[in-house]
């Protein structure tokens, strides 16, 4: 079992920068791939983000392409996501997950992952 807890939203200027990090639980951490999505008011959840186990790749919608970046530290069981250059339309509830699966496309097509936090809220002003 992998609980995860994001934290770091909050309500920013567009323009503006946030930095959200999820805290996974248990020791097997550093065997899952980790990933961001997000799911706006009155929209479907959609991928954001995704890093390997190890760290070495990473993988983005064209959306955030650019001005977002994935990472993680597996010493300590969190994966970040920077958020620079936020837009109104970045205003979403953000969600970490866990999965065992490697590939980035079923991350970007497939939301039926193993593991999700509970969410973090993000809120980009005009």
């Known amino acids: 079992q992998v609980q995860l807890v994001e934290s770091g939203g909050g309500l920013v200027q567009a323009g503006g920068s946030l930095r959200l990090s999820c805290a996974a639980s248990?020791?097997?951490?550093?065997?899952?791939?980790m990933g961001w999505f997000r799911q706006a008011p009155g929209k479907e959840r959609e991928f954001v983000a995704a890093i390997s186990s190890s760290g070495s790749s990473t993988y983005y919608a064209d959306s955030v392409k650019g001005r977002f970046t994935i990472s993680r530290d597996n010493a300590k069981n969190t994966v970040y996501l920077q958020m620079n250059s936020l837009k109104p339309e970045d205003t979403a509830v953000y969600y970490c997950?866990?999965?065992?699966?490697?590939?980035?496309?079923?991350?970007?097509?497939?939301?039926?992952?193993?593991?999700w936090g509970k969410g973090a809220l993000v809120t980009v002003s005009s």
């Open positions: 997950a866990a999965d065992s699966q490697s590939n980035f496309w079923y991350w970007e097509n497939n939301y039926a992952m193993n593991y």
């Open positions: 248990g020791r097997t951490f550093s065997t899952y791939t």
